[in-house]
């Protein structure tokens, strides 16, 4: 009877450590898109790896030797979006859609047992974009809402100087999606308990349901939750996987997964629109991003408009934001707004104020 136990507990042991040892991803998509003037066509992608966990991280290859402890970590649960319902009438709803380019996607992911199905839909009309998760049967009113915030300027100005910039919500994202890449716990370039503004709160949410970046587990099969990555201008938390040495595991993303946030959720403040308008002046006003980047120490944003508060249009190629500057963030809106950051990021964010350098020639 003893030497059954014995047995049981070696069986059970080397099960634990070959499933820590090696994980089947799998992701399969089914893609529609609609292009003004063409139609639509679709095409399919599968991809299926078994990777193995080793000391130094995930690897492709199987390889020998002994793994190290894992980290404490929730287990995944499977999920399926209600919106998947609607793919098999997804021609009738992009039939009615005009003078924009969309693309659908009916995502499978699988991790070991754990599956995810979700729909993702992501849309361009004359040159801005909007991505979200769920329904395709809300496309048509995303192509209303881009049709409304197509607007152009021309004036041009000269000679600004560092002054007060009122961010609009889809700049604020892009400054907060750049700042995230400080925030990685393998490459960790900001300390915890270090302080920007204290009137910014941001968070990851992988669960907010109608943001593209919507996961319910991440890419190494760990449960996902919403984090509070900065409270009260203090930085609280860092994006970790499994193999990450600072941060808890739940931001990996990828077939050789990485840190990586999923949603970021800005916390409003009290300021009315309008009466940031009122309470900025000289100041500049950007409305919406073309790209963003990181220059050193920097935070780059090119707008797509921007507007000399009180004066009109304004040519502004891009604004220089060191990170020291976020410290200068003091007025944050009330009204907040869901944007595009990129095909992989969402966001919900304000406008914020703050002093930065517009580039303008």
């Known amino acids: ?122 849309v361009e009309y004359n040159g801005l974009k909007f991505a979200y998760a769920g329904k395709p049967s809300d496309l048509k009113a995303v192509e209303d809402f881009l049709k409304m915030q197509s607007v152009s300027m021309n004036e041009r100005i000269l000679g600004l100087e560092r002054t007060n910039i009122i961010l609009d919500p889809e700049a604020t994202a892009h400054v907060f999606h750049q700042f995230m890449s400080f925030l990685k716990g393998d490459n960790s370039r900001i300390k915890l308990g270090e302080r920007i503004s204290r009137e910014i709160t941001v968070y990851d949410d992988p669960l907010s349901e109608s943001l593209i970046g919507f996961s319910t587990f991440d890419d190494e099969g760990v449960k996902t939750r919403k984090k509070e990555i900065i409270g009260d201008g203090t930085i609280l938390e860092y994006l970790g996987t499994l193999t990450t040495k600072n941060g808890n595991p739940g931001n990996a993303r990828g077939i050789l997964p990485i840190p990586d946030y999923f949603n970021l959720i800005i916390k409003p403040k009290d300021w009315g629109f309008q009466e940031l308008i009122q309470d900025t002046k000289n100041g500049l006003l950007v409305l919406g991003v073309k790209k963003s980047e990181i220059v050193k120490n920097s935070i780059r944003i090119f707008p797509r408009n921007s507007m000399l508060i009180g004066y009109g249009g304004a040519v502004v190629r891009e604004i220089a934001i060191p990170l020291q500057e976020l410290v200068t963030i003091d007025a944050i809106s009330k009204e907040v707004k869901s944007v595009y950051i990129d095909d992989e990021h969402g966001g919900i964010s304000p406008f914020i104020r703050l002093k930065a350098r517009p580039i303008v020639y």
């Open 1 to 122: 009877m003893e030497d059954k136990q014995v047995k049981e507990k070696v069986v059970f042991s080397n099960l634990r450590y070959y499933f820590l040892l090696m994980q089947t991803y799998e992701l399969m998509e089914e893609i529609a898109h609609l292009i003004p003037a063409s139609g639509i066509y679709r095409e399919s992608r599968k991809i299926k790896v078994n990777r193995y966990l080793s000391k130094s991280g995930w690897v492709l290859n199987k390889f020998e030797g002994k793994e190290e402890d894992i980290k404490p970590h929730e287990e995944c649960e499977s999920y399926v979006s209600p919106a998947v319902k609607e793919w098999e009438k997804l021609d009738e709803i992009l039939c009615k859609l005009n003078d924009i380019t969309v693309t659908v996607k009916k995502v499978y992911r699988k991790i070991n047992n754990c599956t995810e199905e979700k729909i993702l839909n992501y």
